[in-house]
């Protein structure tokens, strides 16, 4: 295959390609409504996961929501000294677990609003048809042999 067909093929054919340009423009979207709360979709997702778990250690934090070590770290770090999480440290000084603060628990149910308006933003940029294709996607994920 010349140069310029592979090109041509990986740049109209992707789904890698594909996939991070709609994350790019539906994380806009969150991040554009949460801006006014201080937050980011994804320290969204690391709120909503601790205050569902309660307490929960950075290693499940980072399986579940697929993030590298060194994010969740920066994030966990800004998180707890913007005074959101607080974090339980070994002799080592690290960090063994997070929970929300009582400014945690506050900026998540203050941010459930926006999070609400940009989820109807992606639902109505995306379509019925393709809102729920993207769901089905993700579910196998979570379920491979489906």
Known sequence: MKLEELA????????????????????SIYDDE???HGLKISQMHILVMVARCGSVTPQKIGEFLI?????????LELMTKNGWLDGTYSEAERLQQVALTKDGRKLLKAAGKAWARAQRRVE?????????????????????SR
Do not use: Q
């Open 67 to 75: 993030m590298d070590k060194s994010t969740m770290s920066r994030s």
């Open 34 to 36: 949460l801006r006014p």
């Open 8 to 27: 041509r093929t990986i740049s109209t054919e992707c789904a890698a390609v594909r996939v991070r340009k709609l994350n790019r423009a539906v994380s």
């Open 124 to 144: 109505k940029l995306l379509g019925e048809s393709n809102w729920a294709s993207l769901f089905r996607a993700v579910e196998t994920l979570d379920h491979p």
